[in-house]
Structure formats: structure tokens, C-alpha cells
């Protein structure tokens, strides 16, 4: 379970850089939309290092060599219980059809028009690629937050057991120390009877001198 929660916090980081990259294109394209703007070139150049960013996050994002935004390693399976079936499957989030993962070139502000494109609504503007990221960041967490529960849970069960077996230890040293009294007394009880039976022999052997 601890592994899980690793993966979904790799995947939530790595996300997180992605989103905040798509909003500053978003930011751009807006600027680039305004009639005004005269610097469209310089826009488009940080536009391409965005999406040349966002492109290398989504091929590097791995936990333990699995990658975990390209949509090639489908579903990932944990075990978090002792039990066949005991398991929780992490489907991946795909990041690889968004708009702004084409690196370079893929997402154009270089004209009004362009850049109107660019933050229209539908499959085609940014804001479907944010809506992507946010969706799948809160898969994680969710994912994360099972995973804690999970965790959570087994160690509650350790520490009943663990309360459990002292419960029996205690009540299993109380019933010896109880049988040990017993017998010490028996004992005890014993010697004070031999020792008046040996002592009676002499006690009439006095009597008779």
C-alpha cells in the first residue's frame, strides 16, 4: 500500500508541473488573442518551451520504471492484503492525446486567430487539457486516499492483535502465578504435617519415662 501511495504522489506531482504549464499557455494565448499585441513571436517561443516541457514530463513520469501518464502501461495492480483478491488496481492516467503534448509547434499563438483557437471552448482549446489534468489529479488523490485507508486499517488490526495476545499473555501469567501460590501452599501445608507426625513418636516416648 505505501508503494501505492508513492505512485499516486509521483503521478500528482508530475501533474501538477503539467497544469501549471497549460495555464501559463493559456495565459499567453489570451494575450496573443488581443488584437493589441505585437509580440507574438516571443509568445510562441515560451508557448513551444511549455509544450516541449509538458511533452517530457508526460514521457518521464515513472514509478519504478512503469510510466505513468504515456497510456503504455495500462492498469497497475497492489496487493494490500494477505488474501487472493486482497488488491487495489491504479489505472493510469493518459496524458498522451492532450492538445499541448506535441511539444514544439503544437499549440500556435503566432496570430489572433491562432491564439483564438487556442482558448476557445471544445476537444481542440486548452481548457480541455486542463479539464484532463484536474480530472486525473483527483483520481490520485482519491487513489491516495484508499491507499491510507488501506494502511490505516492494517495497522489498527496489528494493534488489536498485538492487544489481543498481550490480553492472553496477562490472563495466561496471572492463572500460573495462581496454580504456583497453590502449590507452594500444599507444600508448605506438607512439611508442617510431617513434621508433627515425626515429632508425635517422641512426644509419646517422653510421655512413657
Not at 120 to 127: H, K, N, V, Y
Request: overall charge negative; cysteine-free.
Amino acid at each position: 500500500a505505501a508503494d501505492g501511495i508513492s505512485l499516486a504522489q509521483t503521478a500528482e506531482a508530475a501533474l501538477g508541473q503539467i497544469g501549471d504549464n497549460l495555464q501559463r499557455i493559456r495565459e499567453l494565448a489570451v494575450q496573443a488573442a488581443n488584437g493589441t499585441v505585437e509580440d507574438r513571436a516571443g509568445m510562441q517561443a515560451e508557448v513551444d518551451q511549455l509544450t516541449s516541457e509538458i511533452n517530457r514530463v508526460v514521457g518521464n513520469a515513472k514509478f519504478n520504471n512503469v510510466n505513468l501518464l504515456d497510456g503504455t502501461s495500462g492498469g497497475i495492480t497492489f496487493q494490500v492484503g494477505q488474501d487472493n483478491g486482497e488488491t487495489i488496481v491504479v489505472a493510469q492516467g493518459d496524458m498522451s492525446g492532450l492538445n499541448a503534448n506535441g511539444g514544439a509547434g503544437t499549440i500556435n499563438v503566432s496570430t489572433q486567430a491562432a491564439a483564438q483557437a487556442v482558448i476557445a471552448t471544445g476537444a481542440g482549446g486548452i481548457d480541455a487539457d486542463i479539464d484532463a489534468v484536474s480530472s486525473a489529479r483527483a483520481t490520485y488523490g482519491a487513489v491516495q486516499n484508499r491507499f491510507e485507508a488501506v494502511i490505516g486499517s492494517i495497522q489498527s488490526y496489528a494493534e488489536n492483535l498485538s492487544a489481543s495476545r498481550s490480553r492472553i499473555q496477562d490472563a495466561d501469567f496471572a492463572a500460573e502465578t495462581a496454580n504456583l501460590t497453590k502449590v507452594q501452599i500444599l507444600q508448605q501445608a506438607g512439611t508442617a504435617m510431617l513434621a508433627q507426625a515425626n515429632s508425635a513418636p517422641q512426644n509419646v516416648l517422653s510421655l512413657l519415662r
